[in-house]
């Protein structure tokens, strides 16, 4: 698998945080920082990276006994988090969940690299350098979710509570996208 394969695979693998981090942006404060842009893009770029070693070496054993708990995993994950994300729409964004906590962003940042660990395991059927591999989805998630940062904010100053009633939305169909 030659290196822009890999590109190609690490954008198809980053697509999910791309859409997570467009959604986690509708909601919050009017203004994001570099900093928060930085923490979500190295969250899901680190997760990105990370899951595709662990595939690589635990195998294809370790994914046929969990695929079924990760799938019902990631639903339930994205689904409450698309949920809550529809429920507060409407209201005061000071009284919004936080997606750039901690606890979210190591929830979706796990539960979007799980299509990632699958890609990890196809890669150990390869001539490839796995660690190579890893790093160019790491970077390349990691810039696709800063563009998606700046993205949804962009989207949410013009189309406001519609925007992330749309984010919670997306976020239930990739949890459904997961269990399918």
Request: aromatic share 14%; hydrophobic share 55%.
């Amino acid at each position: 698998m030659s290196y822009p394969e890999i590109f190609l695979l690490g954008v198809a693998l980053s697509m999910d945080a791309f859409a997570v981090s467009v959604c986690a942006t509708f909601s919050g404060k009017s203004a994001i920082k570099t900093a928060e842009a930085l923490k979500i893009s190295s969250f899901f770029g680190f997760f990105q990276g990370a899951m595709p070693i662990l595939g690589f070496f635990l195998g294809e054993v370790a994914f046929k006994r969990f695929a079924f708990a990760n799938r019902w995993g990631t639903f339930i994950i994205l689904s409450i988090i698309g949920i809550r994300m529809i429920c507060t729409s409407q209201k005061d964004k000071k009284d919004c969940p936080d997606y750039f906590s901690y606890c979210s962003l190591l929830l979706l940042a796990f539960a979007t690299s799980v299509d990632a660990f699958a890609a990890g395991i196809s890669l150990a059927f390869v001539q490839i350098n796995i660690f190579a591999a890893a790093l160019i989805i790491a970077l390349t998630t990691f810039l696709i979710t800063w563009l998606g940062v700046f993205t949804g904010k962009r989207l949410s100053k013009t189309a406001g509570a519609k925007a992330e009633i749309a984010g919670g939305a997306i976020l239930i169909l990739l949890g459904f996208k997961a269990i399918l």
